[in-house]
């Protein structure tokens, strides 16, 4: 049974753990308060994009499960620096000026572009979820932590991994929705005259 120590993040259902183990993994837990299967939704859905060969530096690898002293946990890599410490999301890469308004665009239209020509799901848009992992040779990934595949086991869920165009839809909506954000979001930070 691991035990886990090092907080990384938290969400509306899981908490996201650094692996005891491994610094490269993290370990998400679902909080007690919550119902809906997400780590179970998200082992699934990895499942369903292993047999279609489908992998890339805009999603963690899914590693399998692991029994913690907090409950079952689903392991995922770690997005994480080159100096080991978390990636930032999109929106604080940018405020602070790590990553310019032009190279976040870039880097939105390649991952949004990503999904598209990969028909992955993104169906649970979170801005928090959007990472900015820079690698060790200085290229920079966006990725996406969590909201692939669904929110619940259902019909529709099983629908749409096989009819793809509710995949290219929802990443075109999302896409807009991100640069929205970000527009906002620096137009609040700019002076006022």
Known sequence: MLVLRELVGTGNDRSC?????????????????????????????????????IRGPHMPEVHGWVQTDRGPGLVFDLIQEPDGTPSPPLLKAVLSG?????????????????????????????????LIQTRSDGRRFLVFVDGLGARKFSLRYWFHRRFWPKAVWKAQEFRLKTLALLDEALAHQAPKR
């Not at 610094?23 to 279609?52: F, G, M, S, T």
């Not at 870039?106 to 598209?116: N, T």
């Open 17 to 53: 753990w650094r692996h005891p183990g491994n610094p490269a993994w993290c370990v998400k837990v679902a909080k007690p308060e919550q119902e809906r299967p997400q780590n179970e939704i998200d082992a699934h859905y990895a499942r369903h994009l292993a047999r279609r060969n």
């Open 98 to 130: 790590r990553v310019s308004t032009d190279q976040a665009r870039e880097l939105i239209d390649e991952a949004f572009g990503w999904l598209v020509e990969q028909r992955v799901l993104l169906v649970d848009y979170g801005i928090d979820n959007l």
